[in-house]
Each structure stands twice: as structure tokens, then as C-alpha cells.
């Protein structure tokens, strides 16, 4: 990783040529991309497929050899809404059946080109799922931590890969919060949220949808936890508006759970939520997003959007869905509720992501 990209945000500290840090060894303060993604054109038919194809974006050494399970790539499903053109971006079919593969991949090259070999991580389910994969194939033993209402499917395909489960009781910040003990011991801390390098690996959803759709799409629908998703995405067009590939940005509708809305709050002057009230969409179950202020200095007050949806609106929202054809878990059924409520004349076409698929939600 070129130290000259990734700063921290607080006092500016170059990140480290040696080790991984998740937060700024001088000041503790979290690091960040100190500039636009460096997007560069595939150009060379020898690059591997999916995300892989934007090497050259990640800022990562130029011989550096990927940790991939075939991540990207994943499918735009065209369909109709009221008359409205839409898509699906089908991100729940990528390889562990989440965005997250799109990171992780990324977020593990950098680590075992830290020759990391132990690594710990805490996650909602998908997160972690996605961890315990690439940790895996890059060959770190990884341990993961989880609340115990974490989804049994989740659970279960974090042991599949190998990786040390942890069920910690207790609210989702309760599993963060362990696993911040364990790195007083000096374990690497491959925080999904805190290290930014997957952010990079995120923005190539905005490149595919630029490939797929030979355009940009009007408006953009996405569901946020830490943000890392949305934020990812935007930072991709506007990358993408930087190098000449487009002269507007997206329309963004941000959508988190109204049982635990930190960055709807935040958008709408309110005070911030105390607590993680109980959710099917487990996945943005967060209550203090890592990636808030980033997401919201970045976002366009005027034409974008933060959402709010309760448990009864998310239920119908993935009831629709799966009449559709498409089976996502709840998390990924609020970019429905986005549309549904939003306004009436998005610009089109809109593309709804679908962060998770269906098959990792279910019983302990």
C-alpha cells in the first residue's frame, strides 16, 4: 500500500509502512483514503476478472498477488417499478453471498502482504462470514467474534471456513468491544469498518454498474450500517467523475432501520439514538457508524437522502422481493423501502443493491 493514500484523518499521519494498524498509533484516530480512489482503466486482457480487473485502483504494490474467490462481476437485473426502469445489483451472489467479499478480498491481499498470520474481527454475521473465507484462502488464522443473535446460517459458515467463533452477549457494540481487548495482546485487529483498504475494493461496484449499464445510473439505493458500503460507492462515481467517465453523480438514498438510525439522525439534525433497538436488518445494526461523518460530508444535501424503515415495512419489502424472484435477507430489503417511499420521480434508471442474499438469514 502506498503510504502517501491512506492518512489518518485526525492528525495525518501517513499509515505505517510496517504492520496493520486499524486506528492511528500516534493519536488513535481511525485512517482514511487522503484522496480520490486512483481509477485507471483495465487495459491489460492478462488481468484476472471481477474486481481484480481495477488492480491498478487499489493503491495497492503493482506485483501484489490477489487473495480472490472470483468476487465482482455479479449480475444487473433489469425490472419495473410504477412505470420506473430499475435494477438489482446482485451483490448477495458474490462468492461468501455478500458485498462484503468485495472488501475482504482487498482488505486480506494488504494483510498478507503484511505477512500477517493471525487476525481477529467482529461482525453482525456477513462480515465476519466474509472474513473467515479470505482469511482462509490468504492462509490467516482468523478468530471472530459475533453477537449470540447473530443468524444460525451466518454462524455456521464462519466455522465452515475454519475460523474461531466467538459469541459474545449482549448488543452488537459488545462484540466490537471484545474484540478491542483482544488486541491489547497485539493481534491484528482486520476491522471491516475501521481499515479502509476494502473501500477500495467497494468502488468497483460503481465501476461495474458504469460497464453494465454503459452509463451512470440515475439513482442509487443502498442500506447502511457503518456506511463503508455507501460511502465506498459514491467515492467510486466520484472517482469516476474525476478521471472523465461522467459529468454528474448518482442520486443516493442512503437506508438504515428505524430501530437504530445514528446517520438518519445525524442527516436530520436529530438527537443521536442511545440504544440498538431489535431489528430484523441485523446487518446495520450499528450505533455508531465508523464511517458517518466521512458519508455525510460527501453526500449532496440537496438532492440526496438518509431513510428510515421500521420491521413492518421491511418485512413487506422482502415479501415483494421474493414475489419478484429475488431472495435477499432483511438488511438488503431495505433499498425496496427506499424506493417504495422515496420520490416519486428518481432519476432514472435506479439500481438497488442488494447487499445480502436470502440464504443467510434463519434460525440458531
Known amino acids: 500500500m502506498r503510504d502517501s493514500s491512506i492518512t489518518c484523518e485526525s492528525c495525518g499521519t501517513p499509515y505505517p509502512s510496517r504492520g ?53 462481476n455479479t449480475p444487473l437485473v433489469e425490472d419495473h417499478f410504477h412505470g420506473q426502469s430499475i435494477f438489482y445489483k446482485m451483490e448477495s451472489l458474490n462468492p461468501t453471498g455478500s458485498y462484503k467479499d468485495r472488501a475482504s478480498s482487498v482488505l486480506a491481499t494488504f494483510l498478507r502482504s503484511r505477512a500477517v498470520t493471525r487476525a481477529v474481527e467482529d461482525s453482525s454475521g456477513n462480515a465476519g462470514a466474509s472474513f473467515a473465507a479470505y482469511a482462509a484462502r490468504a492462509g490467516i488464522q482468523a478468530r471472530i467474534f459475533v453477537p449470540a443473535s447473530a443468524s444460525g446460517p451466518k454462524r455456521r459458515q464462519i466455522e465452515s471456513y475454519g475460523a474461531q467463533l466467538v459469541t459474545v452477549e ?35 461496484i460503481a465501476y461495474e454498474l458504469l460497464d453494465q449499464l454503459g452509463s451512470i445510473p440515475g439513482s442509487i439505493i443502498v442500506p447502511a450500517g457503518h456506511a463503508s458500503l455507501a460511502l465506498g460507492i459514491l467515492r467510486g462515481f466520484k472517482a469516476l467523475q474525476t478521471a472523465g467517465w461522467s459529468d454528474h453523480l448518482p442520486v443516493m438514498r442512503v437506508v438504515q432501520s428505524s430501530a437504530c438510525p445514528p446517520l438518519w439522525a445525524a442527516w436530520n439534525h436529530m438527537p443521536a439514538p442511545e440504544v440498538e433497538g431489535a431489528t430484523l436488518a441485523e446487518g446495520v445494526k450499528v450505533l455508531r457508524p465508523v464511517r458517518m461523518n466521512a458519508l455525510l460530508k460527501e453526500l449532496d444535501n440537496e438532492r440526496d437522502q438518509v431513510l428510515a424503515f421500521n420491521d413492518d415495512q421491511l418485512r413487506a419489502a422482502r415479501e415483494e422481493l421474493a414475489h419478484r424472484g429475488i431472495d435477499v435477507e432483511p438488511t438488503s430489503a431495505l433499498s425496496w423501502c427506499g424506493l417504495v417511499n422515496s420520490d416519486p420521480k428518481l432519476p432514472e434508471p435506479i439500481i438497488l443493491v442488494l447487499s445480502g442474499s436470502g440464504l443467510k438469514y434463519g434460525g440458531n
Request: proline share 10%.
Open 20 to 72: 496493520a494498524p486499524h486506528r492511528c498509533p500516534n493519536c488513535g484516530g481511525l485512517f482514511d483514503w487522503s484522496g480520490m480512489f486512483p481509477y485507471q482503466v483495465p487495459s491489460d486482457a492478462r488481468l484476472p476478472g471481477g474486481i481484480w480487473r481495477w488492480q491498478a485502483s487499489f493503491g495497492l504494490p503493482e506485483l501484489t498477488d490477489p487473495v480472490s474467490l472470483g468476487e465482482g
Open 170 to 204: 449482549g448488543p452488537r457494540s459488545a462484540a466490537a468491544e471484545a474484540v478491542e481487548r483482544e488486541t491489547v495482546a497485539g493481534v491484528v485487529y482486520a476491522s471491516h469498518a475501521c481499515m479502509p483498504f476494502g473501500m477500495a475494493g467497494i468502488a468497483t
